[in-house]
T-cell receptor
Framework: ELKVEQNPLFLSMQEGKNYTIYCNYS?????LYWYRQDPGKSLESLFV?????AVKQEGRLMASLDTKARLSTLHITAAVHDLSATYFC?????????????FGKGTHLIIQP | EAGVVQSPRYKIIEKKQPVAFWCNPI?????LYWYLQNLGQGPELLIR????????DSQLPKDRFSAERLKGVDSTLKIQPAELGDSAVYLC?????????????FGEGSRLTVL
């Protein structure tokens, strides 16, 4: 059974600080996805990482994938309040992308002024 | 391009009542998913459709849940009868090239409260 674990599950940080969210998964997968969810809203796709060593950056967020370690990181640089949200990582099912995604429990991020 | 559309956004019912949720995927997306999201948790897959065929419904509680995707476009998820534990957000997602990137696009969800 594929398991996806995120840590931390809750994070409160100050604006201007840097931090990293970690995502570990239990079985071999070459593809990992990061989503953002605002309260009461749906999931918004942030990054699609399709191979080992993939790194993608958008604004203050940078995601990377190490398939050998089964680890992805989401790094936040100089955090701003607008980045407060819940961040989910997700991994392909055993049959690849068409099986749907298995999600972690999410990291609830609060960025305080 | 319109996103995934779901309705209703909110539904409050008493236990043992039936309820149905509707989803219209992004045009051209052949794969459609229904996910369940409990409070404070990540989404969990209920059922996946390839066009009109349900190709993975192993996580769907078939004693009370049913789904259909007529003509391979819109989909309906039904619960009958609803139980207290069914209170959650039901998310619909679609993808165009599930075998390629696997990227899913989600609707805003239908929040169910069972009293």
């Amino acid at each position: 059974e594929l398991k996806v674990e995120q840590n931390p599950l809750f994070l409160s940080m100050q604006e201007g600080k840097n931090y990293t969210i970690y995502c570990n998964y239990s079985t071999t997968s070459d593809r990992l996805y990061w989503y953002r969810q605002d309260p009461g809203k749906s999931l918004e796709s942030l990054f699609v990482l399709l191979s080992n060593g993939a790194v993608k950056q958008e604004g203050r967020l940078m995601a990377s994938l190490d398939t050998k370690a089964r680890l992805s990181t989401l790094h936040i640089t100089a955090a701003v309040h607008d980045l407060s949200a819940t961040y989910f990582c997700a991994v392909d099912g055993p049959g690849g992308g068409a099986d749907g995604l298995t999600f972690g429990k999410g990291t609830h991020l609060i960025i305080q002024p | 391009e319109a996103g995934v559309v779901q309705s209703p956004r909110y539904k409050i019912i008493e236990k043992k009542q039936p309820v149905a949720f509707w989803c219209n995927p992004i045009s051209g997306h052949n794969t459609l998913y229904w996910y369940l999201q409990n409070l404070g948790q990540g989404p969990e897959l209920l059922i996946r459709y390839e066009n009109e065929e349900a190709v993975d419904d192993s996580q769907l509680p078939k004693d009370r849940f049913s789904a259909e995707r007529l003509k391979g476009v819109d989909s309906t998820l039904k619960i009958q009868p609803a139980e207290l534990g069914d209170s959650a957000v039901y998310l619909c997602a679609s993808s165009k090239d599930g075998l390629m990137t696997g990227e899913l696009f989600f609707g805003e969800g239908s929040r169910l409260t069972v009293l």
